[in-house]
């Protein structure tokens, strides 16, 4: 990517957001890109699509004919018919850049609007110049709402905002490089993300010598009782999960309080609950009544533990330590609140990431083709292995020690993708606003480059699951 050079000549286009543009650039307003459609399933059969600000325009799976991420609706006839190359946009989510051009036929949402282009508007040039954050920010001043959870982008808001038009063979020339460029960055992320699965597996391992057999390799052993974990120390017990823990379910997002007062609270999803850690880039917020948040209110040293979706993530759990507060959790994730006179929550925890812990929930989940849900029940009758407190928190420090090389180095390969991550939104926005001129670099692209960036985004797959999002849209 070095090389690039800004344009020869540039004016001032009259807006607000990219100031200066390509001197044969224009400014149009969106109105006359793109418009409306409006068709409709009849039979609710067609492939599911989902939109996130992450991934864009995805397929959605389902369970036992219900999709994967719980949408509430009972037919899926009337729901709205994508194209390939069409624009799909979440209204309710627009202003954090939840919209995209589609690769696949399918059907949305019907509270997601669908735009078809006009012929000298390339679909996936305002695909990137759409999502980007100058234009984002545009879209947010243009949206709809009160505050910010509840900002809406309708059609005639859209229509109203500007966006740079190049010329027709040029958004070609600027696709094409978006392309190569962004197959580059996506097999250096692939690269990483193995590494990191590698050093992840390695780092279970170490975990479960230590929470399943001790620190002492000579001491006495009995059968645990558990088909698939074999002896454990003779002195340590076998209890179900709900004899030592309370669990709590999370608040479901789009429930009617009818005449109840609500208030605006943080509450973690699924994608902020990580295998040993909360990630808190993005905390969402939800309106509910007092007495909701009162029972769903998360306490310093929860257990949060995911509901599922792919298997991965199932009974995925991590300490919660009071980061903001007060905070919520919506109902794909559980607080499992362990009685610490028995029960340290870091154990727990650890606990959680272990090859039994995987197996109880795989085995007892409801599941279909790599996706997988538990329950609350289910999360209670597995079997916890209690040895005492005080050994409990020396396995702990030992644990600590022994696995801080192997964190350092995931912390690393993590900070190195997310470095990528900046580079490759910054490198699409000053192309797609015309500060780097790619016409001549994607003139001497080598076509095989270009069709590797078909491929699916490197992008962090717990980024993707935005549940909590379409399960509001979709009563």
Not at 86 to 102: H, Y
Not at 250 to 269: N, S, V
Not at 339 to 358: E, H, I, V
């Amino acid at each position: 990517m070095q090389g690039l050079q800004p344009y020869p000549h540039y004016k001032d286009v009259g807006l607000p957001w990219p100031g200066k543009a390509p001197a044969h650039w224009v400014a149009r307003r969106t109105k006359y890109i793109v418009q409306e459609v409006n068709a409709r399933s009849t039979t609710g059969d067609e492939q599911l699509l989902r939109v996130s600000q992450f991934t864009g325009v995805t397929q959605r799976l389902r369970i036992d004919g219900q999709d994967a991420q719980d949408t509430r609706a009972a037919s899926l006839v009337g729901y709205k018919r994508v194209q390939p190359d069409e624009l799909v946009i979440n209204i309710m989510l627009a202003w954090n850049g939840s919209m995209g051009v589609s690769h696949f036929a399918g059907i949305a949402s019907p509270a997601y609007c669908v735009y078809r282009f006009k012929p000298d508007a390339h679909p996936w040039y305002f695909h990137h110049l759409f999502r980007s954050p100058a234009y984002k920010a545009r879209i947010k001043a243009m949206s709809t709402g009160v505050v910010e959870s509840r900002l809406r982008l309708y059609s005639d808001d859209l229509f109203r905002i500007e966006a740079l038009l190049p010329p027709p063979d040029e958004q070609a020339a600027i696709v094409k490089f978006l392309d190569w460029a962004n197959a580059r960055l996506e097999r250096t992320i692939r690269a990483k993300r193995r590494v990191i699965a590698l050093l992840t597996e390695q780092k279970q391992a170490i975990i479960h010598r230590a929470v399943t057999r001790g620190l002492d390799p000579s001491v006495p052993l009995k059968p645990s009782g558990i088909a698939w974990l074999g002896d454990i120390p003779a002195h340590w017990e076998v209890r179900p999960l709900k004899a030592v823990c309370k669990i709590q379910s999370g608040t479901t997002l789009g429930k009617d309080y009818g005449a109840q007062q609500t208030y605006e609270f943080p509450y973690l999803r699924v994608a902020n609950v990580q295998a040993g850690y909360v990630k808190l880039s993005v905390v969402k917020k939800v309106a509910v009544s007092m007495s909701e948040a009162q029972r769903r209110t998360l306490e310093n040293g929860d257990v949060l533990m995911t509901e599922g979706g792919d298997l991965d993530k199932l009974g995925r759990g991590c300490v919660w330590e009071a980061q903001i507060s007060p905070c919520l959790h919506q109902n794909h994730v559980f607080a499992v609140r362990p009685d610490k006179s028995k029960l340290d929550p870091q154990f727990l925890s650890a606990l959680m990431g272990t090859p039994y812990a995987r197996a109880y929930f795989q085995m007892t989940a409801k599941q279909t083709t790599n996706l997988a849900a538990t329950n609350k029940t289910k999360i209670g009758q597995l079997s916890v292995l209690l040895p005492s407190v005080v050994q409990q928190r020396e396995i702990l420090v030992a644990l600590g020690r022994e696995t801080k090389p192997v964190d350092t180095a995931i912390s690393r390969l993590n900070r190195e993708i997310d470095l990528l991550c900046e580079y490759r939104t910054r490198l699409v926005a000053d192309i797609v606003t015309g500060k780097l001129d790619v016409r001549e670099a994607a003139a001497h692209l080598p076509q095989d480059d270009v069709q590797a960036a078909l491929e699916p985004d490197a992008l962090d797959p717990d980024e993707a699951t935005d549940a909590d999002a379409d399960a509001e849209l979709e009563e």
